[in-house]
């Protein structure tokens, strides 16, 4: 399995993920042909795919939970969203089935390491944020040593984290260009406004609250709405604005394209300590995958290959499959372990790559 753009498709590519839109699904796991669908899925807001080819046959791409509950937790939010615009009191209880879902798969998963990105709709943003995030959240907190009720009001919290945007104008939302000083304003509102709206829930503590406020405040008091230094701000929180800000750089907005999980990385390390709780964005960039499996990287003999598996502890040196040689030319494909050919390095990954679409 490999994760694809729309103009990578080609008619030997198997879907290797089923793509779901509103809870509906729009193209099952193992259709192929898909070429014919990219235009379809661009109007979606879709703009990746996981494939499975010959050329990644046999590549696995871990997840911390399944899609199963994936697709659930998305689908309850969905529903909750609703209430929160429809009624003066919200039940969540709901929830609790699908937050026990997620915290049960990522306890009993000792070594798991984030690799998969959510490809959901463009206008499915705000869902498949909350539920990578939480997951993220859930990562950073097991590390930790959070007890099961911490770990259940964590997630409650991150997964209703960004609830308050249901009151702010959609057109400044999805506003492509950059905002204006006051589209910037209203939108920093959806923290004060979230954390209003989350009183609706009786069954909500203000544990779980307090992310919708605080997530944006940064440790040295750069954030919003308060402009709060570390001290002022509870971990949840800290842990929260890692994990969104990691989410929301690796996946597709309206504004900009995705980055690589490299350059996401890079970005919480340079902000570590100023920004950001350093101690948490070590926890975190130690479980994720530099160069997740089933991803394009371009080596240092200039050969292309996609990534086949972890080294654990080496984040930058996993196994090849190399498909290209150096001159960008189809190969019979061979294995690579960059650990033990330590003269090749991985030079960029397919997000940097602009010739990406010959491959
Ligand atoms: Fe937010």
């Not at 798991?112 to 993220?136: G, K, M, P, R």
């Not at 000083?181 to 609706?200: A, I, M």
């Not at 394209?257 to 390390?269: E, G, P, Q, T």
């Amino acid at each position: 399995m490999r994760l694809v753009s729309l103009s990578m498709l080609r008619p030997d590519m198997v879907l290797a993920k089923a793509i779901y839109y509103k809870d509906c699904l729009v193209l099952r796991e193992g259709l192929s042909d898909l070429p014919r669908f990219a235009k379809s899925l661009r109007n979606l807001g879709i703009e990746y795919v996981y494939v499975s080819d010959p050329k990644s046959d046999g590549i696995v791409i871990p997840d911390a939970i399944s899609e199963e509950t994936r697709v659930n937790c998305k689908k309850i939010l969905r529903q909750t969203i609703d209430d929160f615009e429809t009624k003066t009191v919200v039940d969540i209880s709901e929830m609790d089935g699908t937050i026990n879902n997620i915290i049960d798969e990522i306890l009993a998963n000792p070594d798991v390491q984030i690799s998969l990105n959510d490809i959901s709709a463009s206008d499915e943003y705000t869902f498949s944020h909350s539920v990578s995030t939480t997951v993220y959240s859930l990562l950073i907190a097991k590390d930790l040593g959070y007890n099961r009720q911490m770990l259940e009001k964590l997630a409650a919290g991150t997964l209703l984290h960004d609830f308050g945007k249901v009151l702010i104008d959609k057109k400044i939302l999805n506003k492509k260009g950059v905002l204006s000083p006051e589209e910037l304003e209203h939108v920093k509102q959806h923290t004060t406004l979230g954390y209003e709206l989350l009183k609706k829930c009786p069954n909500l503590t203000e544990l779980s609250r307090i992310i919708a406020l605080q997530h944006h405040e940064r440790m040295d008091g750069s954030g919003y709405p308060g402009g709060h230094m570390a001290g002022e701000l509870h971990e949840f929180a800290r842990i929260v604005a890692i994990a969104d800000v990691y989410d929301a750089l690796i996946s597709d907005r309206c504004y900009r394209r995705k980055w690589s999980c490299n350059n996401a990385v890079n970005y919480l390390v340079e902000h570590a300590e100023t920004k950001f709780d350093l101690k948490l964005v070590s926890i975190l960039i130690k479980q994720i995958a530099i160069y997740p499996n089933g991803s394009m990287v371009r080596l240092s003999t200039n050969a292309m290959g996609i990534v086949k598996e972890q080294n654990k502890n080496f984040p930058l040196r996993p196994v090849i499959r190399v498909i290209t040689n150096e001159k960008g030319n189809d190969i019979v494909p061979f294995e690579l372990d960059l650990m033990k050919v330590l003269s090749i390095t991985i030079m960029e990954s397919e997000l940097e790559m602009e010739s990406l679409d010959k491959i």
